[in-house]
């Protein structure tokens, strides 16, 4: 393992407390200490990230609302590409949370030696019970029937063997410590359906987009009773 690899960014603790701003801080703060010199002198930084927090027992629940809401990722990035000049959306790096208990509130920022960001298992189709893995290496995956994504141009990252599903139906992106389905073709028949069994169109959404995580199910249909759904499932391929 590389110097790289090996690096590990710890922000001191300073009390068993710790709020919304502060975490923030420090998240950012240990993200940017893991920076690199790539070629030409331009920064880099993980494709993925581990953040450990450590808060007193009683602020455990609070934090990790914090970190599983879209919007606190929305802060991270915004800050990082304030203090990261011209850098790419898709260029920061994928961040899991681990939050815990402990005597006092600690925030550690490591590269993460996990390849996989998430499974999917494909229910339904000529597929039906395959499981692929999601790699820390792409940042977006293009889901359509068959191999082409754009006929000779472009190829599906995920092929749908069923007539209903468009060729170029949808994209699936990595964003921050979550993941994003885009509808493009298919239109209304991609259904975001949650574990409570709300469902979502992303096409409906002002930006077409809708965040998905480990339990949620990529429904593709024909409008009607036909289906295929993709179901996303966390990285040790857990429901």
């Known amino acids: 393992m590389g110097l790289f690899d090996r690096l590990r960014a710890l922000v001191e603790p ?13 998240v950012v703060e240990g ?30 629940e609070v934090v990790r ?9 929305g802060e991270i990035d915004g800050e990082l590409r304030n203090r990261l000049v011209g850098v790419r959306p898709d260029a920061l790096p994928r961040r899991r949370y681990v939050v815990s208990s402990g005597e006092r509130s600690a925030v550690t920022v490591s590269e993460s030696d996990s390849g996989i960001t998430a499974r999917l298992c494909i229910r339904g189709g000529d597929r039906d019970g395959e499981r692929l893995s999601l790699s820390a290496g792409l940042r977006e995956y293009r889901m359509g029937r068959g191999e082409w994504h754009e006929p000779g141009v472009v190829a599906n990252d995920i092929a749908l063997g069923a007539a209903f599903v468009s060729r170029r139906a949808a994209v699936l992106r990595v964003a921050g ?5 885009t509808a493009l073709d298919q239109g209304e028949c991609l259904v975001v359906v949650r574990s409570d069994g709300k469902r979502i169109r992303p096409t409906n959404t002002r930006s077409r987009r809708v965040r998905v995580g480990p339990g949620d199910l990529l429904e593709f249909n024909d409008g009607g009773d036909q289906q295929i759904c993709v179901e996303i499932q966390s990285p040790d391929g857990e429901e």
């Not at 300073?14 to 420090?26: H, N, Q």
């Not at 410590?177 to 389905?181: I, K």
């Open 65 to 73: 609302r914090f970190v599983d809401e879209p919007a606190f990722d």
């Open 177 to 181: 410590s979550a993941l994003e389905v």
């Open 14 to 26: 300073d009390s068993d407390s710790l709020d919304r701003p502060d975490l923030r801080r420090r």
């Open 31 to 60: 993200i940017l200490q893991l920076r690199r010199r790539g070629q030409h002198g331009v920064e880099m930084l993980p494709l993925s990230v581990l953040v450990e927090v450590v808060v007193g027992e009683g602020s455990v």
